[in-house]
């Protein structure tokens, strides 16, 4: 592994993970970062109980939108939204979907206790909400329940500023871990099952360490704890899975293996997710376990030290702004990150040196205080200039490509160069535009690029079967009419048309 860096900002979390008080109503988003959930399941005033099924995504394996807990449906109040209110009051709506016992069948209205295989697993863990949680390494993108992979990569790590890792999620719960990767080895047999531990010496990571090697014919992988070394597309390079169209490895991250572990040893939906609240706008950094719907609004109330201030949904670096529209958390976010907007602009401040302020070059004397996080703000504190070919871009690349010299073929609108240089490769880490000090926003062109090259991609596979189709109906029609030609000429009744032909004949 090659490049990445840690960016040293401030804000960061508490590794503990905290609850808040159950609010009066729930704002599920039926659009969230992969989902749309627009095949909408239930009706007005319905009464629907926890785990139940909303919504589902047509397009994507019918993936579902589960109900966090018991209320009444309220639909067209709140545009793209599914709202819950008059929440049940029981004795814990809020409990963990994941049961904090270790005890497998603890749960008296228990699923299946022991190690399963199968599609029709498979499809429990989709019905129960567990699915999604997988992902295809390369793409990200959801996965076929009615496929296997080709291998299965568990990651324990988050490297991500604030996104909550293994640190927040496992401890107390490894046995629980043990007995997810179990059913992800029963789910495909088959297929090498990868641990990615962190390359620590914490007790925590020699423990993770422990519990991932007790599971038969796991891997133990471990990787240096430097953002983005955890992303499975990087991660199955580096593990030389193999690639290709109809080969796919699965990608899941620690908090998923804990959701199959629930579903599957006590037949719960997992409707919870630990979510980080954090940046240096926030007061209190942290994480709080959620479920989907909670109001963002309530999250934010009294937590932010300062105001204007950019709420992003997911981490600092991939995250992506909040849209004004969206009241509620939704069923992926894993994290809420809150930076200051920047109101002033010091004049000339990306070129001043100063104590106070960090770079990746070494241009601001701050960079020799290796202790210093800084408070970044949503703005670029410059202009966009031309590249300098200073070759930092190239110097944090994960992927091992050459973001500046692609940017270059893409300026000048040569898609198929970039391609020659392998900006497929791109994982979308964004280290290059954060270090990039004429301001380039590199990793938007090169997904971009991506995206074009893959919608080409499509549409050419997509031709290709069209004519494979009409190659292959051409020859059926052309059969059909020699088989009528051979049999007119032996003075034998032609074969009808087709069926309705058939049965209208005399
Ligand atoms: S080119 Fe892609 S993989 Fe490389 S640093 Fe930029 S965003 Fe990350
Ligand atoms: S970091 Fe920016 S300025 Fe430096 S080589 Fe890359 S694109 Fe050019």
């Known amino acids: 592994m090659r490049g990445g860096y840690n960016v040293p900002v401030a804000g960061a979390p508490l590794c503990e993970v905290r609850e808040l008080p159950a609010p009066d109503r729930l704002y599920l988003p039926l659009v969230s970062r992969r989902f749309r959930f ?33 209320g009444t449906v309220r639909l067209g109040e709140l545009e793209g939204h599914v ?28 699923g299946p206790a ?49 996104l909550a890792g293994g640190e927040a999620q496992l401890d107390g719960a490894l046995e629980r871990l043990a007995r997810g990767l179990e059913y992800l080895r029963g789910l495909a047999p088959e297929a090498p099952l990868y641990v990615i531990i962190p390359d620590t010496d914490e007790p925590l990571a020699a ?13 133990v992988v ?13 991660l199955a390079r580096y593990l030389k899975l193999p690639s290709g169209p109809d080969t796919t490895a699965w990608a899941i991250p620690a908090e998923g293996v804990l959701a199959v572990e629930a579903a599957l040893t006590h037949g719960r939906p997992c409707t919870d997710r630990v979510v980080s609240f954090a940046g240096p706008a926030v007061t209190e950094p942290v994480h709080f376990r959620l479920v989907p719907g909670y109001p ?16 992003v949904n997911g981490g600092l670096l991939t995250g992506v702004a909040l849209p ?60 966009v200039r031309p590249c300098i070919a200073c070759g930092q871009c190239v110097d944090v690349c994960p992927a091992g490509i050459l973001p500046q010299l692609i940017h270059r073929h893409l300026y000048a609108g040569r898609l198929e160069e970039a391609q020659r240089m392998r900006v497929d490769l791109c994982v979308g880490c964004v280290l290059c535009s954060f270090v990039c000090p004429s301001k380039i926003d590199l990793r938007t062109e090169l997904l971009e690029a991506k995206r074009e090259l893959r919608e080409e991609a499509e549409a050419v596979r997509a031709e ?9 109906e051409a020859a059926a029609a052309k059969a059909r009419a020699d088989e009528a030609e051979a049999a007119s000429t032996e003075g034998k009744p032609a074969p009808p048309e087709d069926a309705t032909a058939a049965e209208a004949a005399p």
Do not use: N
Request: proline share 9%.
């Open 38 to 70: 627009s095949d909408v399941r239930v009706g007005e005033g319905q009464r629907v109980a926890r785990g139940e099924l909303l919504a589902v995504d047509p397009e994507r394996f019918s993936i579902p939108l589960l109900a966090p807990c018991g």
């Open 83 to 110: 709202v819950l209110d008059d929440l049940d009051a029981s004795s814990d709506p809020w409990a963990p979907s994941g049961s904090t016992s270790d005890e497998p069948g603890a749960d008296p209205g228990g």
């Open 114 to 162: 022991a190690g399963p295989a199968g599609e029709s697993v498979a499809h429990g863990l989709l019905a129960l909400g567990a699915w999604p949680y997988l992902s295809d390494a390369r793409t990200g993108d959801p996965v076929d329940p009615a496929k296997s992979p080709s291998a299965i990569i568990a990651s324990t790590l988050r490297l991500e500023p604030f």
């Open 207 to 219: 423990e993770i360490r422990t519990a991932a090697a007790g599971c038969s014919g796991a891997h």
């Open 222 to 234: 471990s990787v240096p704890m430097r953002f983005p070394f955890d992303d499975p597309a990087l």
């Open 296 to 311: 963002i609004e309530a999250i934010l109330a009294d937590r932010l030290c300062r105001e204007p201030a950019r709420v």
């Open 324 to 383: 004004p529209e969206q009241h509620g958390i939704d069923s992926e976010c894993t994290g809420l990150t809150v930076v200051g907007e920047l109101t002033r602009q010091t004049l000339l401040s990306f070129a001043r040196p100063g104590i106070s302020r960090r770079s990746y070059s070494r241009s601001f004397v701050g960079t020799l205080r290796t202790d210093m996080s800084m408070r970044y703000k949503a703005g670029l504190s410059g202009e």
């Open 464 to 472: 290709a079967e069209a004519a494979a189709a009409e190659a292959a």
